[in-house]
């Protein structure tokens, strides 16, 4: 590139970054409601650019052999109930539809990597079975928080073992997400957003690690 184009190259970019931000000004100025976002991004294409990864998967030969497993279990915690996740949604603005995520912030994702000890223990809030036929009564496609369990702990009722993952889960099929860093949109008072999950596609597998992203106006 000769010093002429690189000019008038660098000249373009400038007159297009001021065009970009009084663009995002007036964007600014008549940002659209949370439902006109969603709505128009959904109508958006998307590339899924990942593969599949399994045992068969090619691996240069410097790099360890695929694996993937859990190697800690959920230790044991207390509640979340309907009434709660009701009066939360009325406070917020919230109407929760069918087909909907709902995230859930208890405010203990702010243990997270600064006491974890706190955040792994077995005092951890989280929906019981009442929290759990709330979300199930409104057709819920996806639950999660910002806990390790998303469940109470100890999150036993009589001999059943984690009774909200088998009632959302199992009995439903909703998906659960934990771990949630919730704190940035509690802060933005960014109540209803498109969310954005990607799983990696590990063949087989029921569960896997997330990059999540919520989109809002």
Not at 41 to 68: C, H, I
Not at 129 to 150: E, M, N
């Amino acid at each position: 590139m000769n010093d002429v184009s690189r000019r008038q190259w660098l000249g373009s970019t400038a007159v297009l970054g001021v065009a970009a931000a009084v663009a995002g000004t007036a964007a600014a100025q008549s940002r659209p409601s949370a439902d006109d976002f969603i709505r128009t991004v959904k109508g958006a294409r998307m590339f899924d650019l990942s593969f599949t990864w399994n045992e068969q998967s090619p691996l240069l030969s410097l790099n360890p052999p695929y694996a993937f497993a859990l190697n800690r279990t959920h230790k044991m915690t207390y509640e979340i109930t309907g009434a709660h996740l009701e009066q939360t949604a009325k406070a917020q603005g919230v109407d929760v539809r069918r087909g909907d995520s709902v995230l859930v912030r208890t405010g203990w994702g702010q243990y997270f990597a600064k006491d974890n000890a706190k955040y792994l223990g077995e005092q951890s809030p989280g929906p019981g079975q009442d929290g759990a036929r709330w979300i199930i009564d409104r057709g819920v496609r996806l639950a999660g928080d910002d806990t390790a369990t998303f469940e109470k702990r100890p999150a036993a009722y009589g001999k059943e073992l984690f009774s909200v993952h088998m009632m959302l889960l199992a009995d439903n099929g909703i998906y659960i997400v934990e771990n949630c860093n919730l704190e940035a949109m509690a802060d933005a008072k960014a109540y209803v957003a498109l969310l954005i999950l990607t799983p990696l596609r590990i063949q087989g597998a029921t569960g896997s690690p997330l990059r999540a992203i919520a989109l809002a106006p």
